[in-house]
């Protein structure tokens, strides 16, 4: 399943009764195992390292900014603070 499709997904789930949460659970469940008889079977197919590989890219997203900005992102409503001293 895409995560477009799995986004879709989520968004239709807002307004289900039980049993449409019933049939979709169901729906998930039959698209994550994919014909495998259980999600042991399923796990046991996946590369590990093609998933360090893909953290590790991820990872570098969040680098863009240096470490000593993390303070700045954590001080209650900055962008108005800031207005205030320009």
């Known amino acids: 399943m895409t995560p477009?499709?799995?986004s879709k997904l989520l968004k239709q789930m807002k307004h289900l009764?039980?049993?449409q949460f019933q049939e979709l659970?169901?729906?998930l469940s039959q698209?994550?195992?994919e014909g495998k008889k259980t999600?042991?079977?399923r796990f046991a197919e996946?590369?590990?390292q093609q998933v360090r590989k893909e953290e590790k890219e991820n990872e570098r997203r969040w680098w863009k900014y240096p470490k000593r900005?993390?303070?700045?992102f954590k001080i209650p409503h900055l962008p108005q603070k800031?207005?205030?001293i320009a």
């Open 25 to 27: 659970q169901k729906r």
């Open 17 to 19: 009764t039980d049993k």
């Open 39 to 41: 999600l042991a079977e």
């Open 46 to 48: 996946i590369d590990i």
């Open 82 to 84: 800031m207005l205030k």
């Open 4 to 6: 477009a499709k799995f």
């Open 31 to 33: 698209d994550i195992v």
């Open 69 to 72: 900005m993390c303070k700045l």
